[in-house]
């Protein structure tokens, strides 16, 4: 009797659990499933792109889902989050908007929980302890909740919009008359930063080709379209031409954890032949693009491998047959070989990356990648 007793308390528990379950409505389910469609067919291309869309997305999944509490609101957003991780794991401007937005909930729950709170000036310690514990549970009732969270969202929207422009305005610190600047590839911010930096200094820009993707070109053209003297090189050029650079300005696709990047393939090339030559480097990435992961728990989807028909013809039919061809679109350069970053919050050195990490995400989401 006692034993089927016990068995009835936990299917009621159990009940009670899946009664209380917050899930994610089937209408949001579909347009969440067609934002990943869209990403894999390059419908939206590009990590700005994809970081606004998530956040336009999940500014949506705010407004349209029923939750009462932070706490069902952070149990809705990690479901879609997950989704969004296992579906695009090369996204991970995706990624970083998810939990930029989860801190977001958190911070405007705290803060509104504090509002509500009649401080007294003799508040005995326990008693401080005891309301931070409360306010860490995320499941006390707050009205006007959900507009703090669409108004904080609605600024950050403002600070994406406005991201490359910030960056751009930093190019006449760093860019000087008579310079040398190389890059690599073609990148919209460091095109933007070059570009604004030309209306007020003569400056001639190498650019490397970036083979077999050929990047470069495009970057080149765009930039000679602007009378700005440019230089197009082969890759097999870089080191010899490096010892006449003043500077490396390149973009990335991502800044790990640990300050080294993720960025087009051939990048760890310039940035060693920069490194052997003590030409300082530069990268140029919004803070979207600050990962809180690092390489080794990233790496088995850190790097994305093209057709290797760019780089041996298919034609070369016997000596295909030989040799494995790998045609990686990605290279990961260690912060070693950073010098500045610059982002739409300023000029931090790789070192710094820990901090801004902290500020930006909070660390009870980091079971988003389990």
């Given at each position: 009797?006692?034993f089927s007793?016990?068995?009835?308390s936990?299917?009621?528990q159990?009940?009670?659990e899946?009664r209380?379950?917050v899930?994610?409505?089937?209408s949001?389910?579909k347009?969440?499933?067609?934002?990943?469609?869209d990403?894999?067919?390059?419908?939206?291309?590009?990590?700005?792109?994809?970081a606004?869309?998530?956040?336009?997305l999940f500014?949506s999944l705010v407004?349209?889902?029923e939750?009462?509490?932070a706490?069902?609101?952070i149990t809705?957003m990690?479901?879609c989050?997950?989704?969004l991780?296992a579906?695009l794991?090369?996204?991970i401007?995706?990624?970083n908007?998810?939990l930029?937005?989860l801190?977001?909930v958190r911070?405007e729950?705290?803060?509104?929980?504090h509002?509500q709170?009649?401080l007294?000036?003799?508040?005995?310690?326990?008693k401080?302890?005891t309301?931070?514990?409360?306010?860490?549970?995320f499941?006390?009732?707050?009205?006007?909740?959900k507009?703090?969270?669409l108004d904080?969202?609605s600024?950050f929207?403002?600070?994406?919009?406005t991201?490359?422009?910030?960056?751009?305005k930093?190019?006449?610190k760093?860019?000087?008359?008579?310079e040398?600047?190389?890059t690599?590839g073609r990148s919209?911010?460091v095109e933007?930063?070059?570009?604004?930096?030309?209306k007020?200094r003569?400056f001639?820009v190498?650019?490397?080709?970036?083979a077999?993707h050929?990047?470069?070109r495009?970057?080149?053209?765009?930039?000679?379209k602007?009378?700005i003297?440019?230089?197009l090189?082969?890759?097999?050029?870089?080191?010899g031409?490096m010892s006449?650079?003043?500077k490396?300005?390149i973009?990335t696709?991502?800044?790990?954890a640990n300050g080294g990047?993720r960025?087009?393939?051939?990048t760890?090339?310039?940035a060693?032949?920069?490194k052997y030559?003590?030409?300082?480097?530069?990268?140029?990435?919004?803070?979207?693009?600050l990962?809180?992961?690092?390489?080794?728990?990233?790496e088995?989807k850190?790097n994305?491998?093209?057709?290797?028909?760019p780089v041996l013809?298919?034609?070369e039919?016997?000596?295909?047959?030989?040799?494995h061809v790998y045609?990686?679109?990605f290279?990961?350069v260690p912060?070693?070989?950073v010098?500045?970053?610059?982002?739409?919050a300023?000029?931090?050195?790789?070192?710094?990356v820990?901090?801004?990490?902290s500020?930006?995400?909070?660390?009870?989401?980091?079971d988003l990648?389990d």
């Open positions: 009797m006692q007793e016990f068995f009835i936990c299917y009621r159990l009940f009670y899946l209380n379950m899930t994610v409505s089937e949001f389910t347009t969440l499933q067609q934002f990943i469609r990403v894999k067919l390059e419908k939206v291309k590009g990590s700005y792109k994809v606004y869309a998530v956040v336009e500014s407004t349209q889902e939750w009462t509490t706490k069902d609101l809705l990690k479901i989050g997950k989704m991780v579906e794991p090369l996204q401007s995706a990624e908007m998810v930029r937005l801190k977001i911070d729950y705290t803060a509104a929980c509002q709170e009649e007294d000036v003799q508040e005995s310690l326990h401080i302890v309301s931070e514990e409360e306010v860490d549970d499941s006390k009732p707050i009205k006007e909740l507009e703090s969270i904080h969202i600024e929207q403002t600070e994406l919009e991201s490359i422009e910030n960056i751009t930093e190019a006449i760093h860019i000087h008359t008579n040398i600047i190389l690599i919209a911010i933007s930063f070059l570009k604004e930096a030309a007020y003569k001639e190498i650019v490397c080709e970036c077999s050929n990047y470069g495009d970057m080149a053209l765009n930039l000679t602007n009378k003297q440019t230089t090189i082969a890759d097999s050029s870089i080191f031409i006449r650079v003043n490396v300005i973009g696709q991502a800044v790990m990047l960025a087009i393939c051939g760890h090339a310039v060693l032949a920069a030559y003590s030409v300082p480097v530069i990268v140029l990435a919004g803070l979207y693009k990962s809180s992961q690092y390489l080794c728990t990233h088995d850190f994305q491998f093209l057709s290797p028909e013809k298919y034609s039919g016997v000596l295909t047959t030989l040799v045609n990686p679109l290279d990961y912060p070693e070989l010098t500045l970053f610059i982002s739409n300023g000029g931090n050195a790789p070192s710094y820990y901090r801004l990490l500020e930006l995400y909070h660390a009870d989401d980091s990648y």
